[in-house]
């Protein structure tokens, strides 16, 4: 058994995250949406945006970046939450009600179902609660057939809203989770 650890992402992950990121879609998504969305990326493309926004320092402000790790196998999976854009979630009242969303959540193909998305979540809950935050919010594609991940985890169908990807009309879903404390359980 090997024991999974979480921890806050950094630079040097910028490959291993854009790896699990690109897997982890192309797994999900293929035969499910056009091929052209799940191609506009390379790992050296998402790898890049990844350095740069740790270079910057972009990621400090009020987002949360954390990998799950193996030890002897590498980076296999990430989560990240911040602060959304005010404009895309087109219910304002939702918008107001929830600012912070789970903006990505990404377990590698090979590990799935043991646990480590359920453990990513709770690191994401714990780090917002230290900040005062009582609440989430997470857009899933309707194409996405993870959505029972969400279900299981306790969280809340409170709308939804078109989405555009790369040309391909799809529709994404908005849950929430109103109290964090209840998703800390698995850290
Ligand atoms: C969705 C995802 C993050 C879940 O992570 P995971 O590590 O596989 O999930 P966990 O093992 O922590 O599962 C937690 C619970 O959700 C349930 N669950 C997870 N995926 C499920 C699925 N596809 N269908 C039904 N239930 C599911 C598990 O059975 C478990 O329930 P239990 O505790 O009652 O047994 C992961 O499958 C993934 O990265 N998928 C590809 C990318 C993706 O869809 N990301 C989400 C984008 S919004």
Redesign the pocket.
């Known amino acids: 058994m090997h024991p999974i650890t979480i921890r806050p992402a950094r630079f040097e992950d910028r490959y291993a995250l854009a790896r699990v990121l690109i897997d982890?879609?192309l797994?999900?998504f293929r035969g499910r949406v056009p091929d052209r969305c799940l191609y506009s990326l390379t790992v050296e493309e998402s790898a890049t945006n990844w350095g740069r926004n740790f270079k910057d320092d972009t990621l400090s402000d009020g987002q949360y970046p954390f990998v799950a790790e193996v030890a002897s196998v590498d980076v296999i999976?990430l989560a990240m939450a911040g602060r959304r854009s005010t404009d895309s979630i087109l219910d304002q009242q939702i918008a107001q009600s929830y600012p912070r969303e789970?903006v990505?959540?990404?377990?590698?193909?090979a590990?799935?179902?043991?646990?480590?998305?359920?453990?990513?979540v709770a690191a994401v809950a714990v780090a917002l609660m230290k900040e005062g935050e009582t609440n989430l919010l997470?857009?899933?594609?309707a194409e996405?057939?993870?959505?029972?991940?969400?279900?299981?985890?306790g969280a809340r169908l409170v709308g939804s809203q078109p989405y555009d990807w790369e040309g391909y009309p799809a529709t994404s879903l908005i849950f929430v989770w109103d109290a964090l404390r209840a998703l800390t359980s698995?850290v």
């Open positions: 982890a879609t797994t999900t999976g789970l990505t959540l990404q377990v590698d193909p590990w799935q179902r043991r646990g480590v998305g359920r453990k990513l997470v857009q899933v594609l996405n057939p993870n959505v029972a991940f969400y279900k299981a985890l698995a």
